[in-house]
């Protein structure tokens, strides 16, 4: 199970943290994913960290703003989102695959329920 929390209202150019704890699997033998989706679109990629936290892999829409960090120790996974655009307003899901790396929303076998980020101009 997945459980995602942090979401909330922001002002443009402001942060939020995202967090999102695994419970009932080893959390460190599996890739994180973190993944949007605004109204009327498909659900996209934001970004991923490896098994050991590593490696991270970014959309260029997020990269430099965006973070994603782990702490395998509390089976958590973060998303530090800065410099925070409208067009960044969605749910976002964190999800997490057998693959250390993964980009793809069908890479992913678990899904968190979503938290909701909105991104006021």
């Known amino acids: 199970q997945l459980q995602a929390c942090g979401g909330g209202l922001v002002q443009t150019g402001g942060s939020l943290r995202l967090s999102c704890a695994m419970s009932g699997r080893a959390f460190s033998d599996f890739g994180m994913g973190w993944f949007r989706q605004a109204p009327g679109k498909e659900r996209e990629f934001v970004g991923n960290?490896?098994?050991?936290?590593?490696?991270?892999y970014y959309a260029d829409s997020v990269k430099g703003r965006f973070t994603i960090s782990r702490d395998n120790a509390k089976n958590t996974v973060y998303l530090q989102m800065n410099s925070l655009k409208p067009e960044d307003t969605a749910v976002y899901y964190c999800a997490a695959s057998p693959s250390s790396i993964a980009t793809t929303v069908s890479r992913y076998a678990y899904w968190g329920q979503g938290t909701l980020v909105t991104v006021s101009s």
């Open positions: 960290i490896g098994w050991s936290g590593k490696t991270t």
